[in-house]
């Protein structure tokens, strides 16, 4: 257990619907980050959030948005789901932006649209 | 960010050192190297991370070239469960500053183990 929490695990749903993925960072660490892994793509970022602000984003679709509430946790929503949408995401965690202790990821939750 | 060369994949036997390269000829006197791994179906894991000087730590060691152009990562005994894909990245301490927080991860290396 990396400390860093995805929820589902598994998730199947049709195109064009929405879906929210949701990820607890490790106690302490104040930056959450997203990524996805497809097949063909390897890992790409999507966008970081430190401190419930956004602080940079990646290749993320208009259809992609995120979010980091006061408790730190964070979700990433995905709507009007096409085929390719299907992939791993994966979360991650990090004590500060302004020092490097390592990026802590979660186990990912695995999106296939259908 | 600087880009990172690795070989596709790599083969070690077990209980055997393992040296993984990583070329980086772009790289500048700011850039840190940093290795990620990637064991099947889970999310990548740090490794090991340095700037200059050889490093070392419980999970491996990194040897830097002295003109910071390549380096590698040392696994002193491989194990069954150290099979993963490896990643060697490029990132500018500058980006430490808030700027730019995210991690870009290449093709890595495929490393399998043998029994």
């Known amino acids: ?114 | 960010d600087a880009k990172t060369t690795q070989p596709n994949s790599m083969e070690s036997n077990e209980e055997e050192p393992v040296h993984l390269p990583c070329n980086h000829s772009t790289i500048s006197g700011t850039d840190y190297i940093h290795w990620y791994r990637q064991l099947p179906s889970q999310g990548p894991e740090y490794v090991i991370h340095g700037l200059t000087s050889n490093v070392n730590n419980r999970m491996a060691s990194l040897a830097i070239a002295e003109d910071r152009k390549s380096s590698t990562l040392i696994l002193h005994r491989a194990t069954l469960r150290d099979a993963a894909v490896y990643y060697c990245i490029l990132r500018d301490k500058v980006d430490y500053g808030g700027s730019q927080g995210n991690l870009i991860f290449g093709k890595g290396t495929k490393l399998s183990v043998k029994p």
């Open chain 1, 1 to 114: 257990d990396s400390g860093v929490t995805q929820t589902p695990k598994h998730l199947i749903t049709a195109t064009g619907q929405r879906v929210t993925l949701r990820c607890s960072p490790r106690s302490g660490d104040l930056s959450v980050y997203w990524y996805q892994q497809s097949l063909d793509q390897g890992l790409q970022f999507l966008i970081q959030y430190y401190n419930g602000e956004e602080r940079a984003k990646g290749n993320i679709l208009e259809r992609f948005s995120a979010q980091q509430f006061p408790d730190l946790h964070s979700e990433l929503n995905l709507s009007s789901l096409e085929l390719g949408d299907s992939a791993l995401y994966f979360c991650a965690s990090s004590v500060a932006v302004d020092r490097y202790y390592g990026y802590t990821f979660g186990s990912g939750t695995r999106l296939t649209v259908v």
